[in-house]
Each structure stands twice: as C-alpha cells, then as structure tokens.
C-alpha cells in the first residue's frame, strides 16, 4: 500500500517519534489525523505539520472509545503511537501504566475493527525481551519483560496478533530498539541520549547508572520513520518485527562519543547505581524486517547524533560547538 493519498490517523502526534511520523507522512502526500492528549507531548512539535492543509489534530484520550470511533471513520491506516511510556514511571505507576497501554491498545483496535481500517501499525518496544541473555534479540525468542511497561507492550502485541487471528486485522508489531533524535526532550519520560544532551549543554556532568558496561541499541528517528513506512507498504499481517540500528552500545562509550561529538571533553562522566527495571543488554537481529520489509537502517549513531546537536543547535541556540 503507498502512503501517498491514504487518510491515516497517528496516535500520540505530538510526542517524539509521532511528531516525526507525522512530519514524513505529510511530506508523502498523506492525509494525517493526529491526536493527543498532551500527557507527554508537546503542541509545537506539531508546527510544521500545521502548515500542511493535509493535516488536522484532535485533542483527545485513546482510553475514550467514542471519541477513537468518530475519528477513524473513512480512515485507512492508524500508526498507533501514543502510550505511557517510562520505565521508571510504570514502575511507580503501574495502574496508570497499563490503563493508558492495554486498555488503550484495545479501544484502538475495537475502533480499527468497527471502522474497517485496512492497518495497523503499533509502536512496540525492545523491552519486551527483558534480561534474557542470549544477543542479539531475534523476534520469536523468549520475552521476559522486567517492568510493567514492558509487560504491556507484550500484551499489546499479543492483542495485535489476536485481532489479526480472530477478526482478519490486518496488524503489524514494531520492536523499537532506544529511539533517539529531534523533539526528544529532556524529562523523567526520556531516554538517556535526550538527558544527557540537556547536561551538556548546561555543562554538566553526565551520570550513568550502573557501571556503564549495559548497552542499547540506539536508533536514529529517521530510520523508525522509514519502518512505519515500509510497514505500511508491504503486504505483512500478524507480524512482529524488530526495528534497530543493528549495533550496539555500551553506556560508557556513548557518554564518550556525545561528549567528543559535541567538544565538550572536558564535563566528568559519574557513575550512580543501577536503576531498577533497566535490561543490561539490548541488540536487535534486525533481519526480519531486512527480509520482509526491506529495512535498512540510514545512520549510525554517530550520523544520528550528528544530525540531532546539529538539530538543537538550530531550534533552541544551543551551545554545541560541532
Ligand atoms: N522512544 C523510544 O525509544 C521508544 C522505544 C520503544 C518503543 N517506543 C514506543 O513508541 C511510542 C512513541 O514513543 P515516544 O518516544 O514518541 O514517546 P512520547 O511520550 O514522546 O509520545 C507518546 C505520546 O502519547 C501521548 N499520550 C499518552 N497517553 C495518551 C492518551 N491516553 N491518549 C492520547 N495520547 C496519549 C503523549 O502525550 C505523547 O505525546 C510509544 O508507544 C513508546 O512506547 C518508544
């Protein structure tokens, strides 16, 4: 299916990656809904998308299954993006956490269904695998999530697969290995490469929990985009694929590569203690969606992290002196 000219709703629009998706399916030709309940997002990273008579934005909660029915009419595909999610916050909150994540996945795919939708396309995560040893992670390995926010990814997935079984929903599962890249924002839902870089420009030191040997996958934004779009493209259904860059890395080496990139050498990396709820080590064998989906990842992670200082520099005149 080609996204140029499809009517597709984003969930979750004015968060990072929704943001991002939305920008590119516009850009594409497509007709974009976005909607949000600004639980985490933010409205000006929805300022391009408002210049593109393409484009219309809903305030809205995906637990609000009346509201989800009005907006999916004539629609063809949902990217299905919003959800909570922090690790350290659904450990906290795992009420919450599920409610947004579970319940809300159903009320989108009861929609879907009702609706016609022809796809969708859900936002999973690598936490579903958990601490099981053995890298990288292929997708029909063993899922041991450690924390309630991996858990209802999981069940999300397992959700997405039912619906495609029983009701012919044609649903396709993205394993998002650490994203990272423009309108990620420093906070407590962030990932690390977003708070470390609001330390370096404060000139901060960086903190690392744990000793710094875990590592992560980390995934350049345009690379997820370019999933989503595949996803849509090929004729898959029922399917679960990772989506990484393919190559890992330890903590301790990214603090370095950030504070190199950004010429600030001279800030102190410190070591705290571990978080709870954190996987030690995270790869993805991303061949599946090589094979199936024609995936290839665009950047490394020094490309990406490049493309990202370059990005704040622009957008908030920030110090980094590439
Ligand atoms: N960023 C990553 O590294 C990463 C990794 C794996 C998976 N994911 C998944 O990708 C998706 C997008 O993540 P992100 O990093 O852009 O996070 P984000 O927090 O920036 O975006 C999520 C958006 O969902 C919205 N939202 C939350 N609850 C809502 C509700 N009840 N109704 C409507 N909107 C709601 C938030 O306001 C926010 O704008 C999520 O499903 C996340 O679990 C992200």
Redo the contacts with the bound molecule.
């Keep these: 299916m080609e996204i140029k000219e499809k009517k597709v709703v984003v969930?979750?629009?004015?968060?990072?990656?929704?943001s991002n998706l939305t920008d590119f399916l516009l850009e594409q030709g497509a007709e974009v809904i976005g909607?949000?309940?600004?639980?985490?997002?933010?409205i000006e990273?929805l300022t391009e998308a408002f210049k593109n008579d393409k484009f219309e934005f809903l305030k809205?909660?995906?637990?609000d299954l009346t509201f989800l029915l009005d907006v999916f009419e004539d629609v063809d595909i949902v990217y299905?993006?919003?959800?909570?999610?922090s690790v350290p916050q659904s450990i906290k909150m795992p009420e919450n956490c599920n409610n947004?994540?579970v319940n809300?996945v159903l009320n989108v795919l009861n929609a879907a269904r009702r609706m016609d939708v022809e796809k969708i396309i859900y936002?999973?995560?690598?936490?579903v695998y958990g601490d099981t040893p053995t890298l990288p992670k292929r997708e029909e390995m063993c899922r041991l999530p450690i924390s309630p926010?991996g858990v209802t990814?999981l069940a999300c997935e397992a959700y997405m697969q039912a619906y495609h079984q029983v009701y012919g929903l044609k649903t396709t599962s993205l394993?998002?290995?650490?994203?990272?890249g423009p309108?990620?924002?420093d906070s407590t839902?962030s990932?690390v490469i977003a708070i470390w870089l609001g330390h370096i420009i404060k000139n901060e030191e960086l903190t690392i929990n744990g000793d710094g040997k875990i590592s992560r996958d980390f995934?350049y934004i345009k690379d997820v985009v370019q999933a989503n779009i595949l996803a849509a493209k090929h004729d898959v259904a029922g399917e679960i694929f990772n989506i990484g860059a393919g190559s890992p890395i330890s903590l301790t080496d990214l603090a370095k590569l950030m504070l190199k990139l950004s010429n600030k050498n001279n800030l102190k990396i410190v070591y705290s203690v571990p978080r709870p709820g954190d996987i030690l080590h995270s790869y993805a064998d991303i061949s599946k969606a090589k094979r199936l989906l024609k995936f290839e990842p665009r950047y490394n992670q020094e490309q990406g992290l490049l493309e990202y200082f370059k990005w704040y520099n622009e957008t908030y005149g920030a110090n980094l002196n590439l």
Excluded: E
């Design positions: 969930t979750g629009a004015a968060g990072f990656i929704g909607i949000d309940n600004f639980f985490n997002g933010r990273n809205g909660d995906i637990r299905h993006q919003a959800a909570f999610t947004v994540n809300g936002a999973s995560s690598s936490s926010y990814k394993r998002y290995f650490n994203v990272f309108r990620q924002k839902y990932g995934t």
